[in-house]
Structures are given as C-alpha cells and as structure tokens.
Nanobody, 126 residues
Framework: QVHLEESGGGLVQPGGSLTLSCAASGRSVSRWGLGWFRQAPGMEGEEHEF???????????YYQEAVKGRFTISRDHDKNTVYLQMRTLNPEDTAVYYC????????????????WGQGTQVTVSS
C-alpha cells in the first residue's frame, strides 16, 4: 500500500507562485512513476486532468501544454516526495491538485495510476 499526502495549496494572486508537495509513505516509490493531476471547479465527476509526470529516475518528464514553461515537476528519493513548482499562475489554474503513483512509467491517463492522494486546493484569484 502507498499513502500519498499533498500539501502546499492555498490562495494566490494571478501571476503568483506556489509549490506543492506530495509525500509518499507505506512503501518506497523510488522506482515508480509519479504524476500530478487537477480537477477544476464544476468538473467533479469528470476525468482528472493530467498536469505533469516524472519517471522514477527523473529522466523522463512530461507536461500538459498549458503549463509548460510555468510548472516544474521534481522528486526527492530520500524524502519519498514529489514536488510541483507553479509560477505565473492564472485563474484557469484554480483546481484541486492531486498526486498519483504507479509502478510503471508516468502516463497522462488517470487510470494508469494505482494510488492517489486526497488533493490540495489551489485558488488563483485577486
């Protein structure tokens, strides 16, 4: 079993920055792919939107087109943690952000992931 817990969400003004963290416990995910997804307000019941993914060794990183150049995914094996640095945030980035893990390379499809965190709210508003 893998337990994932996100943190770092909050309210930020347009153009601001936030860094999300996701700590894994229960077992090591050092050989697993990790991903960040989000779900915007009013989209409950819809598929989680892929944001970014990173392979176990950080050698392969993927981003959704809308966040390229603004978001950076990284991971710390010693801390069993994955991060999402978000810059130049805009109101369209408002969503609940989830991290997910799977014992395979990261994918953009939510159903490729086995474990999910509870999510952390990010609100971009003036």
């Amino acid at each position: 079993q893998v337990h994932l817990e996100e943190s770092g969400g909050g309210l930020v003004q347009p153009g601001g920055s936030l860094t999300l963290s996701c700590a894994a416990s229960g077992r090591s995910v050092s050989r697993w792919g990790l991903g960040w997804f989000r779900q915007a307000p009013g989209m409950e019941g819809e598929e989680h939107e892929f944001v970014a993914g990173i392979s176990y060794n950080g050698g392969n990183i993927y981003y959704q087109e809308a966040v390229k150049g603004r978001f950076t995914i990284s991971r710390d094996h010693d801390k069993n943690t994955v991060y999402l640095q978000m810059r130049t945030l805009n109101p369209e980035d408002t969503a609940v952000y989830y991290c997910a893990s799977a014992p395979r390379p990261p994918a953009a499809a939510w159903y490729e992931y086995d474990y999910w965190g509870q999510g952390t709210q990010v609100t971009v508003s003036s």
